[in-house]
Nanobody
Framework: HVQLVESGGGSVQAGESLRLSCVVS????????MGWFRQVPGNEREPLAS??????TSVADSVKGRFTISHDIENTLYLQMNSLKPEDTGMYYCAAGGGGTCREEDEYSHWGRGTQVTVS
């Protein structure tokens, strides 16, 4: 049973930082993608950052230089978000999938329930 649980969201002022965490359990594939997505009501999910089983990371141009993805050996995925802007407001989801470019939503088969980030 695969489970992803996000935490770390909240309400912050513009310019502040947050670190999101996602505990991944039950995912036992040697080749994988893990990623973070953001969704604003009325819009599609936007891919933000990903990391694959070889440790390669990718960050969307919209957040490059401000957001960093990482994970630890305990299978927790992180998204460090610095210099937050009001347009970063949204629901943040972590996801896991079987591999590929790791940049497309349909490459991910398992999703968390999300954590809300509000920047004012």
């Amino acid at each position: 049973h695969v489970q992803l649980v996000e935490s770390g969201g909240g309400s912050v002022q513009a310019g502040e930082s947050l670190r999101l965490s996602c505990v991944v359990s039950g995912y036992r594939y040697s080749t994988y993608c893990m990623g973070w997505f953001r969704q604003v009501p009325g819009n599609e999910r936007e891919p933000l950052a990903s990391i694959d089983s070889d440790g390669r990371t990718s960050v969307a141009d919209s957040v490059k230089g401000r957001f960093t993805i990482s994970h630890d050996i305990e299978n927790t995925l992180y998204l460090q978000m610095n210099s937050l802007k009001p347009e970063d407001t949204g629901m943040y989801y972590c996801a896991a999938g079987g591999g590929g470019t790791c940049r497309e939503e349909d490459e991910y088969s398992h999703w968390g329930r999300g954590t809300q980030v509000t920047v004012s």
